[in-house]
């Protein structure tokens, strides 16, 4: 999050809504939009909207992994690790093609 906000997020979502992207558009509703668009509104100062994008970036995140623990066939696959990418390649390589045997 602080990365994103670091790289101009403010700024991008300040150049969206004066080309004319009205705050209810479903793409104005993602993540770290609409935090930035209440603040730019005036509804929140900009640390309550850094919490708030947060706090739900967290929510968001768990709800994915147990949409993801509760789905048997998935195998992961540390990725980290820049250094082992050809044994990753490998690795993922070979899940995909035992999906298809």
Same mark, same amino acid.
């Given at each position: +999050?602080?990365?994103? $906000? @670091?790289?101009?997020?403010?700024? &991008?979502? !300040?150049?969206?809504?004066? *080309?004319?992207?009205?705050?209810?558009?479903?793409?104005?509703?993602?993540?770290?939009?609409?935090? +930035?668009?209440?603040? $730019? @509104?005036?509804?929140?100062?900009? &640390?309550? !909207?850094?919490?708030?994008? *947060?706090?739900?970036?967290?929510?968001?995140?768990?709800?994915?992994?147990?949409?993801?623990?509760?789905?048997?066939?998935?195998?992961?696959?540390?990725?980290?690790?820049?250094?082992?990418?050809?044994?990753?390649?490998?690795?993922?390589?070979?899940?995909?093609?035992?999906?298809?045997?």
């Amino acid at each position: +999050i602080d990365l994103m $906000l @670091n790289q101009g997020l403010v700024d &991008e979502v !300040a150049a969206l809504m004066d *080309k004319g992207y009205a705050p209810g558009l479903v793409s104005m509703q993602g993540l770290g939009y609409k935090e +930035i668009v209440s603040h $730019l @509104n005036g509804e929140f100062s900009y &640390e309550e !909207a850094v919490v708030l994008l *947060k706090r739900d970036t967290r929510r968001f995140a768990k709800r994915q992994l147990s949409w993801f623990r509760h789905m048997k066939d998935i195998e992961w696959v540390d990725v980290t690790d820049s250094g082992n990418f050809s044994a990753n390649y490998q690795k993922i390589r070979a899940i995909i093609a035992g999906k298809f045997h």
